[in-house]
C-alpha cells in the first residue's frame, strides 16, 4: 500500500528556516519522482520542487536559491529545506509521487512578519 507522510511543519519568523520531511511507504520510491507542492487558501496547488530518483531536482524560480529538496532511499525519504522564508511561504505543502494521484495530508507552514 502507498502512503505518504508529511512532517515538519509549524510557524517561524520570517527569514527563518523550517525542514519537511515526507515518508513514502511502498513500492513507487525507487521508481517515480518525488514531488513537494504547496496551497495556500483560495489558491491552486503550485509545485515547489521535484527531486528524480537519480537525484535530479527541478525549482520553480520563485524558491530557487531558497528550497533545497533531498532524498535518502535507504530510509524512503525526501526532504524540503526552506531557508530565507517569506510569509508568502505559508501554505499547506504536500508531497506526491510525480504523475500519480499519490499524496500525503500535507503539512502547515506559517511564516510571520
Known amino acids: 500500500q502507498v502512503q505518504l507522510v508529511e512532517s515538519g511543519g509549524g510557524l517561524v519568523q520570517a527569514g527563518g528556516s523550517l525542514r519537511l520531511s515526507c515518508a513514502a511507504s511502498?513500492?513507487?520510491?525507487?521508481?517515480?519522482?518525488m514531488d513537494w507542492y504547496r496551497q495556500a487558501p483560495g489558491t491552486q496547488r503550485q509545485l515547489v520542487a521535484s527531486?528524480?530518483?537519480?537525484?535530479?531536482?527541478n525549482y520553480p524560480d520563485f524558491v530557487k536559491g531558497r528550497f533545497t529538496v533531498s532524498r535518502d532511499s535507504a530510509k524512503n525519504m525526501v526532504y524540503l529545506q526552506m531557508n530565507d522564508l517569506e510569509p508568502d511561504d505559508t501554505a499547506v505543502y504536500y508531497c506526491?509521487?510525480?504523475?500519480?494521484?499519490?499524496w500525503g495530508q500535507g503539512t502547515q507552514v506559517t511564516v510571520s512578519t
Open positions: 506526491r509521487f510525480n504523475g500519480t494521484s499519490y
Open positions: 511502498g513500492d513507487l520510491f525507487n521508481v517515480y519522482a
Open positions: 527531486i528524480a530518483p537519480n537525484d535530479i531536482t
